[in-house]
């Protein structure tokens, strides 16, 4: 079985601050990470994902995120935040051998001027 | 490609009336997974299909629901009678195993998603 915990419903940040959005998983099996993005009104999209190899993961828009096995961690970062960014980020884990993602409870990013 | 396809976008019906929502998945992907978004519960998984079989319903709420997939490029949700409590957003998401057999690759890929009310 698989779980994800997000720290914080909300993260507010500046514009140019650091982003840090906190996700812990538990898995019975190798995990596979993943980070969706949601716009308002929009469809999830993918960030970036983890599966094996290098634990850093770069994504899309100058996010990444680092996997932590002894941590149980796949925190998402990004060095400076655009007003863009504010949106909605979905954590989800995918143990190895299962179809179907488990999703965090998502986490609402607010970017202020 | 066009990506996962979900008509309608938005859905106002009354209680007690059918609503039938709507999913083209992107060519070639044989899973094919239907969630309900909510404020109050998240984002939940109510079925999937692999090879257009129902796989796993575990996460349909009640019998009121029912999906289908007839072929490869089309599912239905079916929602009869609808009730107020199931005013959401409904997504479908489509994935595919990669390599031959190899699943730890795959990606899902959402559609716009649909927003039911219902009155």
């Known amino acids: 079985a698989q779980s994800v915990t997000q720290l914080g419903s909300h993260v507010s940040v500046s514009e140019g601050a650091l982003v840090l959005l906190r996700c812990n998983y538990s898995?019975?099996?190798?995990?596979?990470l993943f980070w969706y993005v949601q716009y308002p009104n929009q469809g999830l999209q993918l960030l970036l994902k983890?599966?094996?190899?290098?634990?850093l993961v770069k994504g899309i828009n100058g996010f990444e995120a680092e996997f932590k096995k002894s941590e149980t961690s796949f925190h998402l970062t990004k060095p400076s935040a655009h007003m863009s960014d504010a949106a909605e980020y979905f954590c989800?884990?995918?143990?190895?051998?299962?179809?179907?993602?488990?999703f965090g409870k998502g986490t609402m990013l607010l970017v202020s001027p | 490609d066009a990506g996962v396809i979900q008509s309608p976008r938005h859905e106002v019906t009354e209680m007690g009336q059918e609503v039938t929502l709507r999913c083209k998945p992107i060519?070639?992907?044989?899973?094919l997974f239907w969630y309900r978004q909510t404020m109050m519960r998240g984002l939940e998984l109510l079925i999937y299909?692999?090879?257009?079989?129902?796989?796993?319903d575990s996460g349909m709420p009640e019998d009121r629901f029912s999906a289908k997939m007839p072929n490869a490029s089309f599912s239905t949700l079916k929602i009869q009678p609808s009730e107020p409590r199931d005013s959401a957003v409904y997504f479908c998401?489509?994935?595919?195993?990669?390599?031959?057999?190899?699943?730890?690759?795959?990606?899902?890929?959402f559609g716009p998603g649909t927003r039911l009310t219902v009155l």
């Open positions: 998401a489509s994935s595919s195993l990669g390599l031959a057999g190899h699943t730890s690759t795959d990606t899902q890929y």
């Open positions: 898995s019975s099996v190798p995990p596979y």
């Open positions: 983890y599966t094996t190899g290098a634990t």
């Open positions: 989800a884990v995918r143990g190895s051998g299962y179809s179907t993602l488990t």
């Open positions: 060519s070639g992907h044989d899973y």
């Open positions: 299909f692999n090879n257009n079989v129902p796989i796993d």
